[in-house]
């Protein structure tokens, strides 16, 4: 069945990059999302990219797609303390399946 | 802005218990979805309804059942709360279409004593 497989923690230095990957197994997704949950609250939209897209570029963040190897990358610059949160990625099977979510510790 | 809303942020509750979430959408989208979501676990899908007075199983949906009686309204019923349902519940919308983007709302987090 469908599944989407995340790493569960990565912590990183204030000013550095970080890189959260994701792997998915459904190839007829046609959107892949990234969202973001800060502590005690709802999820957030961060950014989403459409299956025939290698990579988006918003601001900080440069997602990447590598369709053959089913392996979604989000790339944050520059990451501050205010990026600490829980990142899901989810791919559309029918329906939004997500992955289990890494949370990412920045460091001062 | 979209908006979801949900009715409570904290709820305690006892086993056995009737438990209603309520959650409010103001974008007219025809999707409303119900997840829970447990520490290293994701997200999973409760319920989900297409429409007014539709609903559709998600991969857990034992122990719940839900209610859309109105367009931007979805309730989530736990008929006899047990301690296994403590957990976030998050309530989603969204337009019906080929990019199904889901908005959240900031959660429920239930405690079953």
């Known amino acids: 069945g469908e599944d989407v497989e995340q790493s569960l923690f990565l912590s990183v230095r204030e000013g550095d990059s970080s890189v959260i990957n994701c792997t998915y197994t459904?190839?007829?997704?046609?959107?892949l999302y990234w969202y973001k949950q800060e502590p005690g609250a709802g999820l957030q939209l961060l950014t989403y990219i459409f299956s025939n897209m290698d990579m988006k570029q918003d601001q900080r963040l440069t997602v990447l797609l590598n369709k053959k190897d089913k392996h979604l990358s989000l790339r944050i610059a520059d990451t501050q303390t205010g990026d600490s949160a829980i990142y899901f990625c989810?791919?559309?099977?029918?329906?939004?399946?997500f992955g289990q979510g890494t949370t990412l510790q920045v460091k001062p | 802005d979209v908006k979801v809303t949900q009715s409570s942020r904290y709820l305690v509750k006892r086993t056995g218990e009737k438990v209603f979430l309520e959650c409010v959408q103001d974008?007219?989208?025809?999707?409303m979805f119900w997840y829970r979501q447990d520490p290293g676990l994701g997200l999973r899908l409760i319920y989900f309804s297409y429409d007014v007075k539709m609903k559709e199983k998600g991969d857990i949906p034992e122990g719940y059942s839900v209610s859309r009686e109105k367009k931007e309204r979805f309730s989530l019923i736990l008929e006899s709360a047990s301690t296994n349902q403590t957990s976030m519940y998050l309530c989603?919308?969204?337009?019906?279409?080929?990019?199904?983007?889901?908005?959240f709302g900031p959660g429920t987090r239930l405690l079953v004593l």
């Open positions: 459904d190839s007829s997704s046609t959107y």
């Open positions: 989810a791919e559309t099977a029918g329906k939004l399946i």
């Open positions: 974008m007219d989208h025809e999707n």
């Open positions: 989603a919308s969204s337009f019906r279409g080929i990019q199904e983007t889901q908005y």
